[in-house]
């Protein structure tokens, strides 16, 4: 997590003051209130001065970015506004990094929806290289930055096997499996992206590798979780078993729906720089 403002290195040092900016960054052009900021910083053991302490810490942010606290624009229009029981952080289009990282998967998931497959995968493969992973915020966190961490990483899986799909689509099953293989190591119990790394393997040829994968998933299934792939995935490794047509990659100028055709489930997607930069994520910089 950093801020920069013309060059300048604005990103706090002390733990708290870190938490406080990021849950800042991640609420951005929304109102924190005070409990949630007592419930982020402390939890379920709240020192008996907490509210006090906030607004130290929301003094000395304000400080760090070169605002006043009494002046007129940290009251109305400066970074950090105040709200009645809370307080507000102020972010321009285009300043924050993961703004822009969800810009794109916005883009991508409308590319798809629209059956642009090539600018759909273009796009959210740039946004996946602004990702570092789900723990990308360098700052404590407390239950509030816990879920937004949780349901943002969700939502950038779900992207991932979007965009799996949709370069299966276009034939890329050579070029994806080293890809699908990292994803399928730290994820060994998704069955959508596993399922997606099966049909590249047999795709490339590679029938007995793709019957392995089934194997460890099932393994790893029954292990970790006490449950067995879905059905989906048994149609697929019937359908591999078998050497069914529609398991083969589309010809040039076709394009027929990959791991989900083999499931026999139809696809349907889901739906200049400015001189401050405030980013969430280290690997999610625009400039800074």
Request: hydrophobic letters at 40%; a positive charge.
């Amino acid at each position: 997590m950093s801020v920069t403002e013309n060059g300048s290195y604005r990103t706090p040092s002390a733990p708290k003051h870190r938490q406080m900016l990021a849950l800042f960054l991640m609420s951005a052009n929304r109102v924190v209130s005070m409990g949630q900021f007592v419930e982020e910083l402390w939890e379920y053991s709240p020192p008996p001065r907490a509210v006090a302490a906030v607004h130290t810490y929301v003094m000395q942010l304000r400080r760090l970015l070169k605002e006043s606290e009494a002046s007129p624009a940290s009251r109305g229009s400066g970074r950090i506004v105040t709200r009645d029981q809370g307080y507000l952080l102020r972010v321009r289009d285009g300043e924050l990094d993961l703004n822009a990282y969800e810009h794109r998967i916005r883009a991508g998931r409308a590319a798809l929806e629209a059956g642009k497959l090539d600018e759909g995968a273009r796009q959210l493969r740039a946004a996946h290289a602004m990702w570092s992973g789900p723990g990308f915020i360098d700052a404590p966190t407390g239950p509030l930055l816990r879920a937004a961490l949780a349901a943002i990483g969700q939502a950038h899986t779900e992207s991932v096997v979007q965009r799996m799909d949709a370069e299966l689509r276009l034939g890329r099953h050579h070029q994806l499996l080293a890809e699908l293989h990292a994803l399928v190591h730290r994820d060994p119990t998704n069955e959508e992206l596993t399922g997606q790394l099966m049909l590249a393997l047999y795709r490339s040829g590679r029938q007995a590798d793709a019957l392995a994968v089934f194997h460890h998933l099932r393994e790893v299934l029954r292990t970790e979780l006490g449950t067995s792939p879905h059905r989906r995935i048994h149609h697929l490794i019937t359908d591999i078993l078998s050497g069914h047509p529609r398991l083969e990659p589309p010809s040039a100028g076709e394009f027929r729906p990959s791991l989900d055709a083999g499931i026999r489930t139809p696809s349907t997607p889901r739906p200049g720089p400015t001189p401050t930069t405030w980013s969430c994520a280290r690997p999610i910089l625009l400039g800074a």
